[in-house]
Each structure stands twice: as C-alpha cells, then as structure tokens.
C-alpha cells in the first residue's frame, strides 16, 4: 500500500500520560499536515511542514503538542501531559507542492481516547 | 476569518436517485478555492471535487457536480444516479490562495444511500 499510513491507529491513555503518533506519507510528497477531528465535527488544521520545516502552526496546537518531521520523510505529533479534551481522531495528509491545489491524500487517522 | 457551514447533518437518498448537498461560507477573499471530500466510514478522506473562485464554470466530475454562486457564497453539491457506495461523510471545504493545504472544513454532512 503506497497510501499514507499512521500509527498506531488506536491510542487508550490516561490523564497525564504523553502519546506520540507518527505518519508516513506517499514517499513522493514534500508537504505533510496534521489536522485533528473530533466527534461529529470537521477536520481542524493542526500544522503542516513543507520538507522538514514546519511553515505554519495552529493556535489550537497549545504548548503540550509538538510536531516533528526531521529528515522530511516521515512526521510525528507527541502530546504531552494529556487531558480529556485531546480525546480525537489525529488525521495526517500528505501533498506534492506542485499538485493541484488541495489535493491532500489523507490516511485513515490515529483516534486517541483519553480516560 | 473564514468559516464553512454545513446546515444539513445527515441526509438520506435512494440508490440512483439524485441529492444535493448544501454549504456555505463567509469570507473577503475575492479569491479562494472550495472543495468537497468524502469520508467513507472508517476510511481515509478523498477529494470529490474543486472549484477555483476566479472560474464561472460550475465543476463536474462524472456523477459530482456543483452549483458554485459566488455571491451568495453558496457551494452545493449534486450526486447523480446515486450508488451505495456514495455513502459517507461530505465534508465542504476552503482554502485560500497560496496553495498551502490549510483547509477549512464545514461540519460535515452524513450520506446514507439506500438500496
């Protein structure tokens, strides 16, 4: 499967813990972004990174969040001292900065629960 | 800021039938791109169809079409001869120029195609 892949898929923790997701993208693509969805709402812009620098940041992306993609392959988002309200499906898209504008390829997304 | 709104939760259809999904939006661009995605359950995201502001044609993709005034800030979709497989979550999206991937999603609409 050459689609965009994330891991793991699904993330139980505690109040306080720390969880890292990680995502690959299509091995072409140079731009990556992170969006968070939660129940019965819309994918929300967390961050993206164009190659391995990070171009733009979410005020939702508060201080515990950190996004990270350090050879411009793969990403990861770490959340730190989790709270309930992170509880959400943590989406990944990859794009070709070329393509069309748009056109994200979205993987299947990691969905945190926090008890 | 821009804002994307969907004001129908969930809508239901008869397979080959057609339906058409509403969205609207506020902005002050004169310029920007909108786009449906698809959410199949438990499956990634999937672009349907763009539309470019600065272009008058309403866009098709086989059976997908919209209905883009401009004035009245208004992007609907239209599913033709409907297919079970149409069924999902439609998300409205908008992005301004400059081709970031930085959508802005809508609510969302949930699709149920019925045999």
């Known amino acids: 499967d050459t689609g965009v892949s994330q891991d793991p898929r699904h993330k139980i923790t505690k109040r306080g813990q720390n969880v890292t997701f990680r995502c690959d993208p299509i091995s072409e693509h140079n731009r990556l972004y992170w969006y968070r969805q939660t129940l019965g709402q819309g994918p929300e812009f967390l961050t993206y990174f164009q190659n391995e620098a990070q171009l733009e940041k979410s005020r939702l992306l508060s201080d515990r969040f950190s996004a990270e993609r350090p050879k411009g392959s793969f990403s990861t988002l770490e959340i730190q001292r989790t709270e309930q309200g992170d509880s959400a499906m943590y989406l990944c898209?990859?794009?070709?900065?070329?393509?069309?504008?748009?056109?994200?390829?979205f993987g299947e997304g990691s969905r945190l629960t926090v008890l | 800021a821009q804002t994307v709104t969907q004001s129908q939760p969930e809508m239901s259809v008869q397979e080959a039938e057609t339906v058409t999904l509403s969205c609207t939006y506020d902005t002050s661009e004169n310029n920007y791109y909108l786009f449906w995605y698809k959410q199949p359950p438990s499956r990634q995201m999937i672009l349907v169809i763009r539309?470019?502001?600065?272009?008058?044609q309403n866009a098709t993709e086989n059976r997908f079409s919209v209905n883009f005034q401009k004035a009245a800030k208004s992007f609907s979709l239209k599913i033709s001869d409907s297919q079970l497989g149409d069924t999902a979550m439609y998300f409205c999206a908008f992005m301004k120029p400059g081709n970031t991937g930085k959508l802005i999603f809508g609510q969302g609409t949930t699709l149920q195609v019925k045999p």
């Open positions: 539309q470019e502001a600065y272009k008058q």
């Open positions: 898209a990859s794009s070709l900065g070329s393509s069309e504008a748009g056109e994200l390829f």
